[in-house]
C-alpha cells in the first residue's frame, strides 16, 4: 500500500471528529512514512509494519471517546465509550456485545427495581399512619424509611458497580491500543 493510499482510508476511517483533531493524527502517522522513507524502507513496508488504516481509525476514535469518558462522566459520554470499544472489530462485538447486554440489562434492572422500592418506602411512609398498620403508625413510619434508605443505597451501590463496568471498558480500550503501539513505533 502507498503512503498516499493510507492516508487517504486512515482520513477516511477518521470522518466525523474534528478537523484539527483528524490533521494532527494524519501529520503523525505522515512522520511515520518520513521516518521510513529516511531510514531506507519502502512505503509498502511501512504501511504493512503500521497496520490496517481501518483499524487505525477505529481505535483511535475509540481512544478519543475514552478520552471524553474520562473527562465528562455523563451518560452520553458513557454510552460513546461502549459503542466505540465495541467497534473495534467483529469478534470484539461477538464477545462482548452479549456479555455486555447481559450485565447491562440487569445494572438496569436492578435501577429501576431500586427506583421503584424508593417510591413504595415514599408511599408507605405518606400513607401508612393513615392506613392503621399492624405495629401502629412508627412501625409504618420507620417501614417507609427503611425502604427508602435501602433503595438509596443499592442505587448508590450500583452507580460504584457501572462506574466500575465503564472502568474495565476502558481499560479493555486501552489494551487495543497497547497491542497496536509496538505497530506504530516501529
Not at 440487569?106 to 405495629?135: E, K, Q
Amino acid at each position: 500500500m502507498t503512503r498516499q493510499a493510507f492516508i487517504a482510508r486512515l482520513r477516511e476511517g477518521l470522518r466525523g471528529l474534528p478537523p484539527q483533531t483528524v490533521a494532527d493524527i494524519v501529520a503523525d502517522y505522515d512522520t511515520h512514512f518520513a521516518d521510513g522513507s529516511a531510514a531506507g524502507r519502502s512505503e509498502a513496508e511501512v504501511a504493512q509494519a503500521l497496520g490496517d488504516p481501518d483499524r487505525l481509525a477505529r481505535e483511535l476514535r475509540a481512544e478519543r471517546t475514552l478520552n471524553r469518558w474520562r473527562e465528562e462522566r455523563s451518560p452520553s459520554s458513557a454510552a460513546a465509550a461502549v459503542f466505540a470499544v465495541l467497534g473495534l472489530g467483529a469478534i470484539d462485538i461477538l464477545v462482548l456485545l452479549p456479555i455486555l447486554m447481559a450485565v447491562g440489562g440487569t445494572l438496569f434492572g436492578c435501577f429501576i427495581a431500586a427506583i421503584a422500592v424508593f417510591f413504595a418506602g415514599g408511599v408507605v411512609f405518606a400513607a401508612g399512619p393513615f392506613a392503621d398498620p399492624p405495629g401502629g403508625t412508627a412501625a409504618a413510619l420507620l417501614a417507609g424509611l427503611g425502604l427508602m434508605s435501602g433503595a438509596a443505597s443499592l442505587g448508590a451501590l450500583l452507580s460504584l458497580v457501572s462506574i466500575g463496568l465503564m472502568n474495565a471498558l476502558v481499560w479493555y480500550g486501552r489494551l487495543h491500543y497497547r497491542l497496536l503501539k509496538p505497530a506504530l513505533e516501529a
